[in-house]
């Protein structure tokens, strides 16, 4: 039932969805089914894995600690930012995990902390993938000439995001 709508594990017992070697599959299937799994098992590094690779925003149902798992969290940023929605705020907060996430998926930048957006080195890794990012910045990052450089150089309607002092130049 799990292989053809995750929607019947609703009606699964409590054994099944406790068994590991049955949730694992289905979270390979698919990642919503991590919704479905016991407690135990939302804990289970390699079922959270799974769930998180096929649908990003799974990880809202893993455990607090698999929730600041860098890898974890990594895996599921890169399959959907909005995963990020559900990270443990020291992630959020943590420079070098915002860099990874950044470079994985331009999006990440949205969820990082203001401090983190604010950050020349987070800011330039994603509008240097995406000019539009810069619209997320902090105004001190839009007043940046190289930041605004490089998100002009990739997406030229930027520019309207730039400080007035560099529009002027």
Do not use: C
Request: proline content about 1%.
């Amino acid at each position: 039932a799990a292989q053809q709508d995750v929607s019947a594990l609703q009606h699964a017992n409590r054994e099944l969805l406790a068994d590991q070697d049955f949730m694992l599959a289905a979270a390979q299937q698919d990642g919503s089914s991590l919704a479905y799994a016991s407690s135990e098992l939302r804990a289970n590094r390699n079922i959270v894995l799974a769930a998180v690779e096929k649908l990003g925003v799974a990880l809202q149902h893993a455990s607090k600690k698999l929730r600041a798992d860098n890898e974890v969290v990594l895996v599921a940023a890169r399959q959907d930012a909005h995963a990020l929605e559900y990270a443990s705020y020291e992630l959020l907060t943590d420079r070098d995990f915002m860099l990874a996430a950044v470079q994985q998926n331009v999006g990440a930048l949205g969820y990082a902390s203001p401090e983190l957006r604010a950050d020349r080195d987070v800011v330039l890794t994603a509008v240097g993938r995406d000019g539009g990012l810069i619209q997320r910045a902090s105004p001190w990052v839009r007043a940046n000439r190289d930041i605004m450089l490089a998100a002009v150089e990739k997406l030229g309607s930027t520019l309207q995001y730039a400080s007035d002092e560099i529009r002027a130049d």
